[in-house]
Structure formats: structure tokens, C-alpha cells
């Protein structure tokens, strides 16, 4: 892969809730970010944030090379776009229809398919091999199946932890919001332990029992499963079945496409 020296590439990915913002010099991701995703900023706004948080790494934004983002929100992309381009003098690369990624998408509709999950997909290989399967503690939880030849044929979408704990607190009137953490007993001995537990230890069933019907249905027992996503590092000590947790997979994957398509 070739290195870009003080030129860096500046990888954004766009989440519901946060963004997870990315500097690469070359392979190596140098530094990393983590900014909520707000729909009414504007662009002005988005590039002095940027602005800001490369001064307080003594980056200037001149010495950024390329962009390249992947978004699964759409009303954010103007302000996001026009910010690059106006402040760090760049047209983005977007991941979407049309983006070279090397991944074949068995999916009825290739296009329902999130960019993030697709980027995901293109670090994972890249990384760790196929078949893989890549489970995303993100605003969903979300299972991706990756075959041996790469493929991705498809996955489950399931409601995330912080939807859950939400609905919980708006739905059942007498039952408080609670911090996601992970209680000392599996049997709750009060309203905000049972609640924990069951976030806590309810999510990490939920994924040693998908994962463990995905690779049936797969007939790949082997598959590496790989963990990602804000809640990874809580959930994955109490999981057998994960195999590697990258809190960056999605940064690395767009390192991956944008070194395809330049």
C-alpha cells in the first residue's frame, strides 16, 4: 500500500448518532475522533469543528490529501460535503452505487444495503480473511455474513442496546433510564440491575445464539467473528464466540476502498 507521508486521508463515517472521524498517514491510522452526528449543523459549523480538532493535534488541514466518507444519513451529507470542500479544499470521496469495494452483494436489493455495512464487510476481509461474520453495536445491532468467496449474502438487523434501554424508560411508566454496564449479578436485586442485566447479559445471549445459526446456515463453523461498534469492548469479554474486536473496522475499510478507487 503506498505511503502518503504528510499527506493525510481523512476518513468520516457517518453514524445516526456519532461520527467516528479518522486520520491515516499511509496504513497507519494516526488519529481518531468520536462527534455526534447533528442533522441541524451546518456546514460552516462542520468545518471549524474539523478545524478544531485537527489544531488540537497539531494537523493543519492543508495537510490533508483526500476525504473519504461513508454516511447512512443522508440529510447530513450537504453541510458534511460542502464543509470538506470549502475547508480542507477537497472533493470527497462517498462510498456508494458505483464505489469500487471488491465485495460481491447477494442481497435482493444490493442497494438496501447500509454503506457502513458494506465498508465493514471490505475491512473485515481485508483484515482478517473470509468467510467472516461482523456484528456492529451500533444505533442497531447489526449481523453481517461475509462467504468464504467474499460474497456478502445478507444478515439480521436487531433493535440496539441504547433503543432498547430507551424504549424501556419511554414505554413502561414506572421504569427508570438506567447506564448501560454490566451489573456484578446475573439475577437483578433492584429495578436498575434487572434492567442492566437484562440489556447486558440479554445482548450477549442474543449474539452467541445468531451467531451460532448464522454459521449453520452457513456451513462455515469456522467463520472469524468479528466485533465492532460503540458497545464492543463491554459486551465482547462475556462472548465465546468473538474471535477479534476492532473498534476502527469501519475507518479501516474506508482506508481500504478509497486505495481501490484512486
Not at 246 to 253: A, I, R, S, W, Y
Amino acid at each position: 500500500m503506498p505511503e502518503v507521508g504528510y499527506r493525510l486521508l481523512l476518513a468520516v463515517d457517518i453514524g445516526n448518532i456519532n461520527t467516528s472521524v479518522g486520520l491515516f498517514d499511509g496504513s497507519k491510522l494516526k488519529y481518531q475522533w468520536r462527534i455526534s452526528t447533528d442533522r441541524n449543523r451546518t456546514s460552516d459549523e462542520t468545518g471549524i469543528l474539523f478545524r478544531s480538532l485537527f489544531q488540537s493535534a497539531g494537523v493543519n488541514m492543508e495537510s490533508i490529501k483526500d476525504v473519504v466518507i461513508c454516511s447512512v444519513v443522508p440529510p447530513v451529507m450537504h453541510s458534511f460535503t460542502n464543509a470538506i470542500i470549502k475547508y480542507a479544499d477537497k472533493k470527497p470521496l462517498i462510498v456508494g452505487p458505483g464505489t469500487k469495494t471488491g465485495i460481491n452483494i447477494k442481497y435482493e436489493n444490493p442497494r438496501e444495503v447500509g454503506a457502513d455495512k458494506i465498508v465493514n464487510a471490505v475491512g473485515a476481509v481485508k483484515l482478517y480473511g473470509a468467510p467472516v461474520i461482523i456484528v456492529d453495536f451500533g444505533t442497531a445491532t447489526t449481523y453481517c455474513a461475509i462467504s468464504r468467496n467474499g460474497d456478502y449474502l445478507g444478515g439480521i438487523i436487531c433493535p440496539g442496546i441504547t433503543i432498547s434501554a430507551e424504549a424501556l424508560f419511554d414505554k413502561a411508566a414506572k421504569l427508570p433510564r438506567v447506564e448501560f454496564a454490566e451489573p456484578r449479578y446475573v439475577i437483578g436485586r433492584n429495578t436498575e440491575t434487572s434492567i442492566q442485566s437484562g440489556l447486558f447479559y440479554g445482548s450477549a445471549g442474543q449474539v452467541e445464539y445468531l451467531v451460532r445459526i448464522i454459521k449453520r446456515e452457513m456451513r462455515e463453523e469456522n467463520a472469524k467473528v468479528v466485533a465492532t461498534g460503540s458497545a464492543a469492548m463491554f459486551i465482547a469479554s462475556k462472548l465465546k464466540c468473538v474471535d477479534e474486536v476492532n473498534m476502527v473496522l469501519t475507518l479501516e475499510g474506508l482506508r481500504e476502498i478509497y486505495y481501490m478507487n484512486i
